[in-house]
């Protein structure tokens, strides 16, 4: 979370060993209309699809002439141009596919994103209805309000438009999303200091959040398309493992040497009196992962993707896009 709408750098690398579907496999395969394919949450979900035979990808943006969308279609994607204040366009996205991913967009600059949130959600549901969808996998969150007492309003939005999911009865697999690793490949949460470190944003005060790399959560979510029986009506909550701000800072300091890393020493509380729109919101969410203990599996994420990787490995892994992001 936090930072959802960016994409990842190198997002098409392939799995080990993934292979891609030639032409006749294609058009034998399963139609999943991905929602946010252009994004972070649906971009690893296209990336993954797009490296299995089984499944052939479809596409939804609001501008099917942008780089993005042309990069999917080049590697086999069906584009096709959709927007949630439009019910019909969804419906017709998701006309004849057997599933779909749907990511609600936000924007906490606007003061009513979460109502705005809730309204897309259950368009996108009701479209899925009518299109007679047989799997949808929505990427939900969880009630903080009605479980923690206070609101964190990115959150509860989604745990509204889940509960409106399961009074339609819809075919659904709800997933949760921890920290995204992939914000730090946009510069995020990481502030060059005065005296020349590096201070890592999260303000959890001590508490370990979890985390996971978008493209492995894509993996996770492939596995769950491919197994329907199993997973339908569940949730999974995604995790690659649950650290603090100091063992993030630790791995940083480790990979990008001579660079030091610290956490920050900053509450949820002060965060969210910070000067930005969307502040108050952000500090809500960080002081849910630090009191509020999601469930996250990050053994259940490495059963539905073994290859999920690990603050440590990934940080490896991206070395030179991180020291970019830094420079």
């Not at 204040?85 to 004849?96: I, N």
């Not at 309204?119 to 309000?145: E, P, T």
Request: net charge neutral.
């Amino acid at each position: 979370m936090f930072g959802c709408c960016k994409v990842q750098p190198g997002l098409e690398a392939e799995e080990p060993g993934a292979t891609r579907p030639d032409s006749k496999l294609k058009n034998m395969a399963k139609v999943i209309t991905v929602f946010g394919a252009t994004g972070t949450q649906g971009g690893g979900v296209a990336n993954a699809l797009l490296q299995d035979p089984d499944f052939k990808v479809r596409a939804v943006t609001r501008n099917a002439s942008s780089a993005k969308a042309k990069a999917l279609q080049e590697r086999g994607a069906e584009l096709v141009e959709a927007s949630y204040d439009d019910p019909g366009s969804l419906e017709r996205a998701m006309q004849g596919a057997y599933g779909t991913f749907v990511v609600t967009q936000i924007n906490i600059e606007h003061a009513d994103f979460d109502q705005v949130e809730i309204r897309h959600g259950k368009a996108a549901a009701d479209a899925a209805k009518a299109a007679g969808v047989q799997h949808v996998v929505f990427s939900s969150q969880d009630a903080v309000k009605k479980t923690m007492g206070f609101p964190c309003l990115e959150f509860d939005s989604k745990a509204e438009i889940e509960a409106y999911m399961r009074s339609i009865e819809l075919p659904v697999t709800f997933v949760k999303f921890p920290a995204y690793y992939d914000n730090y490949l946009a510069g995020l949460l990481i502030t060059k200091m005065e005296d020349g470190t590096y201070e890592i944003g999260y303000p959890l005060e001590g508490a370990a959040m979890d985390g996971i790399s978008t493209v492995d959560a894509g993996f996770a979510i492939r596995t769950i398309f491919k197994n329907w029986a199993k997973w339908i009506r569940r949730t999974v909550g995604f995790s690659a493992g649950k650290l603090t701000a100091q063992q993030h800072a630790d791995i940083f300091s480790k990979h990008l040497a001579p660079k030091v890393f610290k956490p920050t020493e900053m509450t949820s509380d002060a965060f969210s009196q910070l000067p930005f729109p969307g502040a108050q919101h952000l500090g809500d969410m960080f002081k849910y992962y630090r009191v509020g203990n999601p469930d996250r599996s990050a053994e259940l994420t490495r059963q539905l993707y073994p290859g999920t990787r690990g603050l440590d490995q990934w940080v490896a892994e991206n070395k030179e896009t991180l020291l970019n992001a830094l420079s």
